[in-house]
């Protein structure tokens, strides 16, 4: 009898952790839809030279880019992309009032040659997803489709990258 208490406790419990997340992942995505619907944003847009860290000589292989939209004064969404040798990577970061709720992560590898011989630069092929779902800055949720040719060592990258992107669209 104990136990079965004690085992329809911990359900009701976990139950309703898990309607809690759900509700607020699809607040998350109510927030993120609303910015992706709206238009009329102030854009600014910083290119490879306005990114290149001055104290290093280090640049991506094929650029970068960071579009920051903005409505009444207010960081809505960053969008940044980069150029590496064999693939290009975006990351799109979503916030709601001062907090970042929602990152989207996109790897597109650059094929191999038909030859063999190095990679083919003129095509893209999709082969990585990535979903991070935050509520009061701690991630609730990780969705990862595909797999990224070179995985990154730190799977936490985008919120490291987000505080430098920042800082680098309020210097500029």
């Known amino acids: 009898m104990r136990f079965t208490l004690l085992a329809l406790f911990l359900l009701l419990i976990s139950y309703s952790v898990s ?10 995505r109510r ?9 009329g944003y ?16 280090e640049a991506s292989d094929n650029g970068q880019g960071l579009k920051a ?13 980069v150029g590496l040798s064999f693939a290009m990577r975006t990351y799109e970061y979503y916030f709601d009032g001062m907090n970042v ?26 082969a990585f997803e990535r979903r991070f779902y935050i509520e009061n800055n701690k991630i609730i949720l990780t969705k990862t489709k595909g797999r990224q040719r070179i995985p990154e060592s730190d799977n936490q990258r985008p919120l490291t990258l987000l505080k430098d992107l920042l800082a680098d669209i309020k210097n500029k």
Do not use: C, H, M, W
């Open 19 to 28: 309607a809690q997340e759900s509700q607020a992942i699809l607040s998350i």
């Open 31 to 39: 927030v993120v839809a609303g910015i992706n619907a709206d238009s």
């Open 42 to 57: 102030k854009i600014k847009t910083l290119d490879n030279e306005d990114l290149l860290d001055k104290d290093s000589s």
């Open 69 to 81: 939209f903005y409505k009444a004064g207010r960081l809505k969404k960053l969008v940044y992309s």
């Open 101 to 126: 709720v929602f990152i989207f992560e996109k790897e597109a590898d650059y094929p191999e040659r038909k030859d063999g011989i190095g990679l083919d630069n003129s095509k893209l092929i999709p």
